[in-house]
């Protein structure tokens, strides 16, 4: 009997699973569970045997980033990657990009994929939980932690989108006006911001494209954006900036600068040119007791992307780092 793993797009050694969503006004709804196992021989004396890791893509994403899975595994860890709802591989026909109305619907995806991964609240499990999210996914998943204190045993959070790029003043003027359209015209349309300058940045670099990488799942110059999905977005950096409490170590890695994306810059190529990763650097001080900032000179948005010399220092960084929170839980 099949256990509902079937090959992955990646190949192998990465398997997905059909994870069924409860269906909205657009129809049916799934997520996406990618995982990659390490053999039983690739656990021996690793630091994290223990450890099953989940990773939330950000904004107009799916996961194709192989080589982070090779780094966890590398560790010993069980690694697992989700396509929410209406991103990726989870995207059906008909279906509105990347939408949500809040940010709090993916609790049904987090929790339909940490079931299947054996860490579903009445389960008894002796593995530790990491979380692991990029740009709106380390939005999603600081919040998440914050509603379900104890389940993780560390957070890790690449670029995570914890304010606005127009910064607190900015998102306080913009959020009513966003609120009001948001009631009466959810998913009515916005003007275009992106104009292509990230992607290429990371085609520039040779990050892209890569095998089983899927442009129409990640455009060039992102998906449309709607009052609605903004109205979520805006309402997590509010409670961001309020405080909230990850219940667990959280490690965030930032570039050290960013660039404008106004017009073209070969900048742009080793700084984050979607975030302004100061106001991200002050806002991460508000997500927990235990916060480790780490800013990577020369690292763009998403920072395992980036060019070999800073993608080298974050993994540095990273492993470090969960190799010492991993020793001190013991």
Known sequence: MSDGWTPDLLGEPFEQQTLELAPDAEGEVVATL??????WIGRL?????????????????YFFQTGLARFWNGLGADFYALDLRKYGRSLREGQTPG?????????DDIAVALAVMGHAPDAASSRRLVLLGHSTGGLTLALWAARHPGVASALVLNSPWLELQLGAIGRQALAPLVGMRARFDPLGPHPAVDLGFYTRAQVEIGSLPVPGYHDQWRPERGFPTHPGWLAAILAGHRRVSAGIDVGCPALVLLSTRSTMPVTWSDDMTSSDSVLAVDDIAR???????????ARIDGAIHDVFLSRPEPRAEAYDVLRAWIEAVAANAR
């Open 34 to 39: 990618v995982r990659s196992i390490p053999s």
């Open 45 to 61: 004396a690793r630091p994290l045997p223990d450890v099953d890791v989940l990773y939330v893509h950000g904004w107009s994403d």
């Open 99 to 107: 939408y949500v109305g809040s940010l709090d619907d993916y609790d």
């Open 283 to 293: 806002a991460a001080t508000r997500i927990g007791r235990l916060v480790t900032v």
